[in-house]
């Protein structure tokens, strides 16, 4: 049987998971608006403190179904993704919230909103990528600098920068705890079956490498309010996500 | 608050509907092998007799809620779209099921996947457009040839062609019947909410003009068995669509 | 042989010539200053009073060498163009010479260049399109808004917008006079031969039909200056390129 | 002054040289049938013994006059190009010639036109890439697969497949010698300058990391007969382009 593009298997546009992800990240730290940010963040999400990032990055990713469309398929395995998450609580229990997560490609579009990401499809996003054997190019250090920019339809979604002051550790980064979603598909007609539920991203193996560590500063035309960029990152990280979890109330 | 890709809405992916359309279509109709098709068309849905169709086509589309997006944003208006049916029963009624339809923008993709079409991404459709100014062009008449293309990924997934014989009338072209989809959204872990239910499409408003009529071939990787062309169109048509209503069985 | 992609032939970018155009463009004329418009304008062509055109369009185009592509490769018959004018004099004969012209396709980019355009590649331009059929759009009359833009690399190049006020007739578009271009190839080593010459675009057959006149507006990267929009029009317009010929001094 | 899109500076699609690029291939070396590479390989170069390569590459490129590019336009940095070069002579000197490459952004097809590479704009290039954090992910060693493919228009140009066998080192790749080309810009009318002359590509600062050695296959829709695969390579490499040099018969 030929899959429905939502419903994962061989012929679908989303592999059978987990999913597995090796991400290199250009990431800007702030705070927003609270009064902002909280008509961003869905019920029963609370907003935090408006503490919030934003990044650009390009993914590597293969589906335990599928590791061999890395040669054969490998424009099934990468894409690029920007987006802004607002700090929040569930119960108490602080995590991050993904407003939108714009993304180049369908199967990552639609994997994403399976599981609850709020993804966009972006026209494009273009970040730094250093090369070690470019005769014009520096290694990473203390000055060098970072960007990338996200555009969908008429303009820029998203933009950043970051200037790098030291060489940092996985623990230098800010945590927010897990990921929170909504998954939600609404009816279109009468006596249609709804989905409508908060969840919980199910992410495991977590890994980060590479850290740098300085400023930065965005721009976005998520109305997040006043920006106050607090830091900015470099890094690598890898991580599978299974699926997700219902949060009951 | 910032709409969720999938619950239509302002700074949704998808507008509230209706959802109104005009489209340009270069189309084939053709009999696939009903051993293949049936892998294509999943139950309660029955294939019908082999009869099916393919179309390249381009869509001007606007939502009840926003026709001003017609100047301000026109890339949210303007789509093509690649598509195979294949003509089949539910409850002994004929109408036509696509397992595939490729169209080139994120909001097709969202709008047409809720309301319970199969879509899928394009990278690329290209068809035939005739200019009445160009001096290198001769107006549309028998004799005149169409084509038309889609790609995604490493390759095309469908590509067609129409030689024009005469011009014809809205009855000249096949009849099918309504427009049978499914609305799936699987659980992606314990407890979570699925949809998995069959609809027909809610159209309206119906209307058909310029109909030339003539011969037409296709090829597809979408696995219809052996392809017999039986006629190629060129037409525009217009229509409507409010959303869907589940099929009960 | 295989062609050079810069040499005209059927396995080179560009098609043998004559070149025919069929196009629908949306227009804004204004009043860019002349101190600006001097910087975007080359010797020996002299920036006239101010008078610019902005426009976007589509271009159904096809070479005399293959005019059954519009049916084979619909693709390379197709493209979208965005661009700014300015009315220059050249040996007090006035004419238009354009800074830059953005269009979607390779071959209209490097058809253009060698024919004297100053083309680049836009990421995409988009542009109001009525359709007849779509039960939600009215057609073209007074009060009718179009729009388009162009997008290349972080944002915008071009934006305009047209409100229509009235039918109008072929007469009631300004008139530039002549295209003007430069054809230039610099060398790149010692030796190495150079093309820089001005050109006068050879263009025949021309034709405009669906003219409606009305406001407009429009914003550009390009640095003209202070902008005063003067008009808006719609129309449709055909025409031939045959190539250049070179303008003596 | 807005710099002409072939002539290098900050306003142009070429920013001013040299050049520097790192980039990572994936290779196969094969043999073509020379009677077909001999319609690939223009005068006065001859085509040699039917030795070829194709690659397919991500770049990262910035000029001398703007390595600040690397954060604030990665759009001007960042490419992917797939190629196909032949083994050939100038007056007894073996050098490789590409009769096409490949390339996805506007400014390396312009800037590799005016240097003397038959350069075509590609729709879309898709390689393997690896990522060390992806817990789905094993690290190249023998057994790895990478792949790559070109499309443009309707369908591949290129794609190819390479399977690792061993760790290796730079002089384990095939030596070609110079890189030749061919300016042209021919004339659209009477009086016009022409280009057409045989170069060599000034190349410097070559150094090659990373390699490893395998086995590989290819198909390409560039007529050079019948394949015979010798040995695929994946590895990474920069070098600095300065601009080319006319060689005179």
Same mark, same amino acid.
């Given at each position: 049987m030929l899959d429905h593009p939502l419903v994962p298997g061989s012929t679908s546009a989303i592999e059978r998971g987990p999913w597995h992800y090796g991400a290199d990240y250009i990431s800007v730290y702030f705070r927003g608006e609270v009064a902002s940010l909280k008509r961003l963040v869905p019920a029963p999400f609370v907003t935090d403190d408006g503490l919030c990032m934003a990044y650009v990055c390009e993914i590597i990713s293969v589906a335990d179904a599928g590791p061999e469309l890395i040669a054969s398929r490998p424009d099934r395995t990468i894409y690029q993704e920007a987006a802004v998450g607002v700090k929040c609580?569930?119960?108490?229990?602080?995590?991050?919230?993904?407003?939108? !997560?714009?993304?180049?490609?369908?199967?990552?579009?639609?994997?994403?909103?399976?599981?609850?990401?709020?993804?966009?499809?972006?026209?494009?996003?273009? !970040?730094?990528?250093?090369?070690?054997?470019n005769p014009g190019l520096k290694e990473i250090?203390?000055?060098?600098?970072?960007?990338?920019?996200?555009?969908?339809?008429?303009?820029?979604?998203?933009?950043?920068?970051?200037?790098?002051?030291?060489?940092?550790?996985?623990?230098?980064?800010?945590?927010?705890?897990p990921t929170y979603g909504m998954r939600r598909f609404p009816s279109t007609g009468d006596a249609e079956t709804e989905v409508n539920e908060p969840v919980e991203i199910l992410k495991s193996n977590s890994r980060v490498s590479d850290v740098w560590i300085g400023s930065g500063s965005l721009k976005t035309k998520l109305k997040v309010g006043k920006i106050t960029p607090l830091s900015g990152a470099v890094y690598r990280s890898g991580f599978t996500i299974s699926g997700s979890k219902v949060l009951k109330a």
């Open positions: 609580r569930f119960k108490g229990r602080t995590g991050i919230f993904f407003p939108v !997560m714009w993304v180049t490609t369908e199967w990552s579009l639609l994997r994403g909103i399976l599981n609850g990401y709020q993804k966009r499809l972006a026209d494009r996003i273009s !970040m730094t990528k250093l090369h070690p054997l250090a203390p000055g060098a600098r970072f960007g990338g920019f996200c555009v969908k339809g008429p303009g820029q979604t998203l933009s950043l920068e970051v200037t790098i002051e030291k060489a940092g550790s996985p623990s230098d980064l800010p945590s927010f705890g």
